[in-house]
């Protein structure tokens, strides 16, 4: 799901109805209107949700990395650009549910500076999953726990986010590489990283293509434990015990 989130900004909330459900913004206004001068988009990006209540628990429970807001609260805004199954537009965050609702964008501060881009973020013993990060260096050392290291094995324009002192810091053993045409192992990639769009012709990573998104998802689906037969490193793939979802 991809999708925009605005949330009212203190400063210019002259009539207080920052939390206020929408069946009782006429009493605090004096009319029901959604105005949009007085919020903020504070986040832009992709998502693993499948539902607005999906979305809700993850801005509260689980921020997608780099996110600034706070918790998805009643009077925010989501917006839904994409999605399978929930029809484009924007929804309003009541006490129990979401109500559709008239919104004007162009008339929101953009907080988020577009400088965010999603990423795939794969982690030892668990599932992949999409994140949102800022495009700087501080925000990917976060991610992957150290001083970063760009490593590009496939054909595709994306590269793999690692640690560079992975090994050599004992890391846990992660996700093997393997050749395209051979399927043998080529590198062992140690503790989390995420892979990024990585065009040729652009400076900055950008947004990882929802159909590259897909192929290394599944390439990357299941984690991996290691160990040594006659000589050579072999890889068995195993379900964590956590309670993700693939989606």
């Known amino acids: 799901m991809k999708i925009n989130i605005y949330q009212i900004n203190h400063e210019r909330d002259t009539h207080r109805v920052a939390f206020v459900d929408t069946k009782y913004l006429e009493k605090a206004q004096g009319n029901s209107a959604i105005n949009s001068k007085i919020y903020d988009k504070v986040f832009s990006g992709n998502v693993d949700c499948k539902t607005l209540d999906d979305v809700y628990s993850r801005f509260n429970t689980d921020h997608p990395t780099g996110y600034c807001g706070r918790s998805l609260s009643i009077s925010d805004v989501v917006e839904v650009l994409e999605d399978e199954s929930l029809e484009k537009g924007f929804y309003f965050c009541n006490t129990y549910d979401f109500k559709k609702v008239d919104f004007e964008p162009s008339k929101t501060q953009d907080t988020v500076s577009r400088n965010m881009i999603t990423v795939l973020y794969i982690q030892a013993n668990h599932y992949p999953k999409t994140?949102?990060?800022?495009?700087?260096?501080?925000?990917?050392?976060?991610?992957?726990?150290?001083?970063?290291?760009?490593?590009?094995?496939?054909?595709?324009?994306?590269?793999?986010?690692?640690?560079?002192?992975?090994?050599?810091?004992?890391?846990?053993?992660?996700?093997?590489?393997?050749?395209?045409?051979?399927?043998?192992?080529?590198?062992?990639?140690?503790?989390?990283?995420?892979?990024?769009?990585?065009?040729?012709?652009?400076?900055?990573?950008?947004?990882?293509?929802?159909?590259?998104?897909q192929k290394y998802r599944e390439k990357f689906k299941f984690p991996e434990r290691f160990y040594k037969q006659n000589g050579e490193i072999k890889a068995y793939q195993y379900k964590p015990k956590e309670l993700d979802t693939i989606r």
Do not use: H
């Not at 846990?172 to 990585?198: C, H, M, Q, S």
């Open 131 to 213: 994140v949102a990060i800022d495009n700087s260096l501080e925000a990917m050392q976060k991610l992957v726990g150290g001083n970063i290291e760009e490593y590009m094995p496939f054909e595709d324009e994306v590269a793999i986010i690692c640690n560079e002192e992975g090994k050599m810091n004992g890391l846990p053993l992660n996700r093997a590489v393997y050749d395209e045409k051979t399927k043998e192992i080529i590198d062992i990639i140690a503790g989390d990283f995420f892979i990024a769009y990585a065009p040729i012709d652009s400076e900055k990573f950008k947004d990882l293509p929802k159909d590259l998104e």
